[in-house]
């Protein structure tokens, strides 16, 4: 009902863009029975068994309803959108299965903290090793010494160094984990989130993902700082919005690079296979670290950001445009060819 103000129901006026079909969804979950319904039939799921059929009469006992017509009255409501109906019983549907499990994700089986925690890997701005921490559903990796790369102007609103944000990292990443692990399953879940949004794919619903970059009209860090407009680095960032669900992030515009074939065939060359995973949290640890890169807006209108990765004396650059396409590869060559080549500019 876009632009509907008729029914007076707080949960229509506010649902804007979401639509009919969303409010309908809330509105058949908010009743204790229902919602009981869901938690039995998550209760009965056995991943290794398959789908966890359960009975009529085996659910009514599982949820403690007294009365048969109204648990049967609920059930029906569920049927058909968070409930499968099959000739032995009930199960979770899809939906349901996603109902469930992201308020187990987003809230975790147990109160989810991370204290600062020192991990494998040095602060780009100053070297100095740095921390991961846990608040605010948000994992962080912070630096204790300089003011990191993000701080509490950024579109992140991200407190005093720190260096990156896993904003969706969820409180279930935390559980059965040590710091350490959490670090590289935060690793291992940007990367894999990354390649996915540059791809066009959200990671949080498979909709549509609409990419841009933003340049800081005003970008002028003073030496060792960031930026006061931006509250960053870069001057330039790329961002990624979810058309569906609104899941939104940003990186700094060199990461629309890192898997690039030509940045692939690079790490390649240098030892470096590309795999990754918690059984090799120091490769993991190292994924981002290795093939930092460096970024420079070369022209504005159009606009061409170069960035340039370095190791072991050789460079691969690497030419984005507007559209966080690469239009251009340079290289690999001598870090001494690529010098002089910024020397042109
Ligand atoms: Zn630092
Ligand atoms: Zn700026
Ligand atoms: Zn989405």
Same mark, same amino acid.
């Given at each position: 009902?876009?632009? !509907?103000?008729? &029914?007076? @129901?707080? =949960?229509?006026?506010?649902? #804007? %863009? /979401? ?32 789908? !966890?059929?359960? &009975?009529? @009469?085996? =659910?009514?006992?599982?949820? #403690? %309803? /007294? ?279």
């Amino acid at each position: 009902m876009p632009g !509907g103000r008729a &029914s007076g @129901s707080p =949960l229509d006026e506010a649902a #804007g %863009a /979401a639509g009919p079909h969303t409010v309908e969804g809330f509105k058949l979950l908010s009743d204790e029975t229902r919602l009981a319904i869901l938690l039995a039939l998550w209760e009965a799921y056995d991943p290794e068994e398959g789908r !966890g059929t359960v &009975s009529f @009469s085996d =659910l009514c006992d599982r949820v #403690g %309803a /007294a009365d048969s017509g109204n648990f049967a009255y609920h059930l029906d409501k569920l049927a058909g959108r968070f409930v499968d109906e099959h000739e032995a019983g009930y199960a979770l549907s899809n939906a349901g299965h996603r109902v469930v499990r992201s308020v187990i994700a987003g809230t975790g089986l147990e109160e989810a903290t991370l204290e600062p925690t020192e991990i494998p890997r040095s602060c780009p701005t100053c070297g100095d090793p740095l921390e991961i921490t846990y608040r605010d559903q948000r994992l962080y990796q912070r630096c204790s010494e300089c003011e990191g790369s993000l701080g509490p102007s950024s579109p992140l609103r991200a407190p005093e160094g720190t260096v990156t944000v896993h904003d969706d990292f969820e409180p279930a990443g935390l559980a059965g984990r040590t710091p350490e692990e959490v670090f590289v399953a935060g690793t291992i879940d940007q990367t894999l989130a990354l390649a996915l949004v540059v791809r066009g794919v959200c990671p949080a619903c498979t909709g549509s993902i609409e990419d841009a970059l933003h340049v800081c009209e005003d970008h002028d860090p003073p030496v060792g700082h960031r930026c006061g407009a931006c509250g960053t680095r870069d001057e330039v960032r790329a961002r990624y919005v979810c058309s569906v669900c609104k899941f939104n992030v940003s990186y700094p515009a060199w990461c629309v690079t890192l898997d690039h074939p030509a940045s692939l065939a690079f790490y390649h060359d240098h030892g470096f296979e590309g795999t990754y995973g918690l059984e090799d949290p120091e490769t993991t640890a190292r994924l981002w670290e290795r093939f930092r890169r460096r970024q420079q807006i070369v022209d504005r209108d159009p606009l061409r950001v170069r960035v340039v990765v370095e190791d072991a004396g050789e460079t691969l650059a690497l030419l984005l445009d507007g559209e966080l396409d690469v239009i251009e590869v340079e290289g690999p060559r001598p870090v001494a060819a690529e010098r002089a080549s910024l020397g042109d500019r």
